[in-house]
């Protein structure tokens, strides 16, 4: 029995967003590291994106009344 079967896992087991494996509890919602990094690269070069609706952009560029 491994120490990993004695805990009982504050979250349940997800697939990992990057390849489907079952995640693991170091690199948690990950499966691994390499996962981890494959995510943190794609923020950092800008592939994920939060887009902003059109109508809050034109509401800031109005002047106060």
């Given amino acids: 029995m491994s120490p990993d079967d004695k805990v009982t896992p504050l979250r349940p087991k997800r697939p990992c967003p990057e390849c489907g494996k ?3 509890r170091e690199t948690y919602p990950f499966c691994s590291t390499r996962c981890k990094d494959i995510d943190l690269n ?3 070069k800008g592939a994920y994106v939060i887009s902003a609706r059109d109508d ?3 509401a800031d ?3 106060p009344k």
């Fill in 56 to 58: 809050e952009d034109e």
């Fill in 61 to 63: 560029n109005d002047p």
């Fill in 42 to 44: 794609r923020w950092l």
């Fill in 22 to 24: 079952p995640s693991a």
